[in-house]
């Protein structure tokens, strides 16, 4: 059965202290593995797509990483703007065309 | 500020009450989506449109009825809620349905009396 498993559920960090967020997945194709962050009350923001093994994307502070397995989300240097819950979501190829696996995210609080 | 935009934020409704949801994006996005999401949860997916047409239903209870009158807009028709049903509902995006990221918005804050 087609699982999406974050760790960890929280992550507590001091201001600077760099961190990784750990997405893994067991499906039988991959099609597709977005990362989302979430601020409370409002809607998932976009981050990144990787759709193949030893993929890396960066913005700013954030860089997510893919493997056959699992998906990283590596924060540097964190500042208090990245307090954020975070989601990875996959695309299987078993899924229909438009269905998304979410993980049940991590939740960042970076502190001064 | 999102490119999805979703009216009203906040909704309080009993649970007679008919009210609709509405979604709007000019990304040019084909495809278009209905979450749910409960606290401290991830997004469910209840319904997806492409090109227009409902090509997906989460099984979703009747009491939710989608519509999607053009390209650029999505609406969710609420009647007969139940307590429940109270959560965020989420609109989303996507260039197309085939493997292209989620775009949302920031939700409608649903509460059912």
């Known amino acids: 059965e087609d699982q999406v498993t974050q760790s960890p559920e929280a992550l507590r960090l001091q201001e600077g202290e760099s961190s990784s967020l750990n997405c893994s997945y067991t499906?039988?194709?991959?099609?597709?593995l977005f990362w989302y962050r979430q601020d409370p009350g409002k809607g998932p923001e976009f981050l990144f797509t990787l759709y193949s093994a030893g993929e890396e994307k960066e913005k700013e502070r954030l860089k997510a990483t893919l493997t056959k397995k699992e998906s990283f989300l590596h924060i540097t240097a964190p500042k208090p703007e990245d307090s954020a819950t975070y989601l990875c979501a996959v695309q299987a190829t078993t899924d229909s065309w438009g269905k998304f696996q979410f993980g049940a995210g991590t939740q960042v609080v970076v502190t001064p | 500020d999102t490119e999805v935009t979703q009216t009203p934020k906040h909704l309080v409704m009993g649970m007679t009450n008919k009210k609709s949801l509405k979604c709007e994006q000019h990304m040019g996005h084909r495809a278009m989506y209905w979450y749910k999401q409960k606290a401290k949860k991830p997004p469910e997916l209840m319904f997806v449109y492409s090109y227009e047409k409902l090509s997906i239903n989460e099984s979703v209870p009747s009491r939710f009825s989608p519509e999607c009158p053009n390209s650029s807009l999505l609406n969710l028709h609420l009647h007969a809620l139940q307590p429940e049903d109270s959560a965020l509902y989420l609109c989303?995006?996507?260039?197309?349905?085939?493997?292209?990221?989620?775009?949302f918005g920031n939700g409608t804050r649903l509460t059912v009396t």
């Open positions: 499906v039988s194709g991959l099609r597709g």
């Open positions: 989303a995006s996507s260039q197309n349905q085939y493997n292209s990221p989620l775009h």
